[in-house]
């Protein structure tokens, strides 16, 4: 499975932007889809998963009530909303997977996802 992140830019404060993660291959259906993001200097942290099958959408404490996650299984595409934005959301987004489900306490590990996108930047600046 391929993975194709998109969508970041430059937005103001308080803005949105919508991410995407488009694959190639097998229905995301049957992954888990996770998200983290890189900071300069930063260690990639972990912002959002959902489970195989949509068992489960799950968001870090930092983003809850601000970003929405959603898949669209005809493109086979997930989809990261970030609302409210703020300047230490800025970072290299990554989309990633693994086939099936993954227990909870693992979803924000990175080592659990096989197959990583390529990053696209988003800037949260005035």
């Known amino acids: 499975v391929q993975l194709q992140a998109s969508g970041g830019g430059l937005v103001q404060p308080g803005g949105s932007l919508r991410l995407s993660c488009a694959a190639s291959?097998?229905?995301?259906?049957?992954?888990?889809i996770g998200w983290f993001r890189q900071g300069l200097g930063k260690e990639r942290e972990w912002v959002s998963s959902v489970r195989s099958s949509g068992h489960g959408t799950y968001f870090a404490d930092s983003v809850k009530g601000r970003f929405t996650l959603s898949r669209d299984n005809v493109k086979n595409t997930v989809y990261l909303q970030m609302n409210s934005l703020k300047p230490e959301d800025t970072a290299v987004y990554y989309c990633?997977?693994?086939?099936?489900?993954?227990?909870?306490?693992?979803?924000?590990?990175?080592?659990?996802?096989?197959?990583w996108g390529q990053g696209t930047l988003v800037t949260v600046s005035s």
């Open positions: 291959g097998p229905s995301l259906d049957y992954y888990t």
């Open positions: 990633a997977l693994r086939f099936g489900s993954i227990i909870m306490s693992n979803l924000r590990k990175t080592n659990v996802y096989d197959n």
